[in-house]
């Protein structure tokens, strides 16, 4: 479970904060709370932080009560849908919550509300979650800062004098603040794990395709991820699970029959976990990413503190993930926006504007060409996983740049902040691999963070590995 170690510019911890799904759940089935209750601590700590640090775009207290009250009658009268049930959660503003708007940030989408809702808020909503509203989001989450929106920057939870990160800042500042139990956010680059890494809370992106898309506003229809911030690796598993509809959607309960909790409730820290991490390798490049070299020594010491000493693994294809992400992110989200650059470029951000045109310079050749190296690529990375079960390196290579930063020199070289956030995280989106952001510690007081990435199928080793960290 992760820390909250406040700055002097720190948020206050809101009533979420340090609780897990299961301690939730646990707690609503014993009659210590209600869903009512939570969903009054959520919206009391958004009220209360929520103008400084800006994660939520659209607050909706009324229907949030509303299905509160119905998770409380549903549970009382023996009706159980599962762990989230009665938890409230927060979604951000570029999935589609019928009733609300969605806006992606933009002033493009000033208005619009959504008729339906997405695949996987159904989904959630089948499994008794509380959605108390949208959270902000980078505009058109097309950047990693979380600082260019309609709605303004939303600030980090662990120094407000800096940026959350982006594109899903708003859920990953709402879990670190303690607003909800866990939210939703999107990934094409690293748009869940780097504001998680950021403001010291786990992300979560899994593998392509695993969550539905429909009902997600587009940025790179071959890149883009649903993802899950929450306190714990194995709260985001849970959220996935029912996301990915590998469980019913709920039971009646008879007696002292299970209460429909997460498999590990109520018990000791490692039970039910993998009998093992399995093989564990540091990640490096033959020319390294930019960055800050205390986060890579932080974030290794806090691993093989856990597990012991982990061999390096060089990763020759890494460059080469990094261009393909590159063209296809360009061309796949400079095409969907081609309409409004043309007859509405005013409505934009100055600097989003500027990045969308810019990647409409991706031909054709070079859009095909990316894509044909791509499935070589998924091919080459087979190799590493024949030898390792899961891959370690910092999520992002520095700690929160200053709001509005834009360039940083943490060794006294200057990186574009905006290349070095995603340097680490865009060639799992590439990959389509399962890829986790774990606190891993800090660097002057700031959350430093651990990525894990695995094959499909093999989460459960690193929620074994995750629990084993002392951050």
């Not at 930063?405 to 070095?420: L, N, Q, S």
């Amino acid at each position: 479970m992760t820390s909250f170690c406040p700055t002097t510019d720190a948020a206050a911890p809101g009533f979420f904060t340090g609780r897990t799904i299961s301690e939730l759940a646990t707690a609503l089935r014993a009659g210590r709370t209600t869903s009512v209750e939570l969903t009054r601590h959520a919206l009391e700590a958004i009220a209360g932080s929520g103008p400084r640090v800006n994660a939520f775009a659209h607050v909706d207290a009324a229907g949030a009560l509303a299905a509160a009250r119905q998770a409380d009658r549903e549970i009382g009268e023996g009706l159980d849908r599962g762990p989230l049930h009665g938890l409230p959660t927060g979604i951000k503003d570029m999935i589609d919550v019928a009733g609300l708007p969605t806006t992606a940030g933009s002033a493009h989408l000033d208005g619009r509300v959504a008729r339906t809702d997405a695949a996987c808020v159904r989904r959630l909503r089948r499994a008794g979650a509380v959605i108390v509203g949208k959270t902000t989001t980078h505009e058109f989450a097309y950047g990693p800062t979380g600082d260019r929106s309609v709605h303004g920057p939303t600030r980090n939870p662990r120094d407000l004098t800096r940026m959350a990160g982006g594109s899903s800042a708003g859920s990953a500042a709402a879990v670190a603040a303690g607003m909800v139990a866990f939210a939703l956010g999107t990934d094409t680059g690293g748009s869940v794990r780097i504001p998680s890494a950021l403001c010291g809370v786990v992300g979560f992106k899994p593998a392509y395709d695993a969550i539905p898309t429909h009902g997600v506003l587009p940025l790179s229809r071959t890149l883009d991820h649903v993802g899950v911030h929450a306190p714990t690796v194995r709260d985001c598993l849970t959220v996935h699970d029912v996301l990915a509809e590998r469980e019913g959607p709920g039971h009646r309960l008879d007696g002292a029959a299970d209460a429909g909790l997460p498999s590990d409730a109520g018990l000791a820290p490692d039970a039910g976990l993998a009998p093992d991490t399995g093989r564990v390798g540091w990640l490096t490049e033959e020319a390294p990413a930019a960055g800050d070299p205390r986060v890579a020594a932080t974030v290794r010491r806090a691993l093989e503190t856990a597990v012991g000493t982990v061999p390096d693994v060089v990763w020759r294809q890494a460059r080469a993930c990094r261009e393909v992400f590159s063209a296809v992110q360009g061309a796949e989200a400079s095409a969907l926006h081609a309409q409004r650059m043309e007859q509405a470029p005013g409505l934009y951000d100055e600097e989003v504007l500027r990045r969308l045109r810019a990647a409409s310079a991706v031909s054709p050749e070079r859009y095909a060409a990316a894509l044909d190296t791509r499935a070589a690529l998924v091919r080459a990375v087979g190799e590493l996983f024949g030898r390792h079960d899961v891959l370690a390196l910092p999520t992002v290579p520095i700690t929160a740049p200053p709001l509005g930063a834009r360039e940083v020199a943490p060794d006294g070289r200057v990186i574009p902040v905006r290349d070095a956030l995603l340097s680490l995280t865009s060639p799992w989106n590439v990959l389509g691999l399962p890829a986790f952001s774990v606190p891993a510690g800090t660097v002057d007081g700031l959350p430093v963070a651990l990525q894990l990435v695995c094959r499909p199928g093999d989460e459960a080793k690193v929620a074994a590995l995750a629990h084993r960290l002392t951050p």
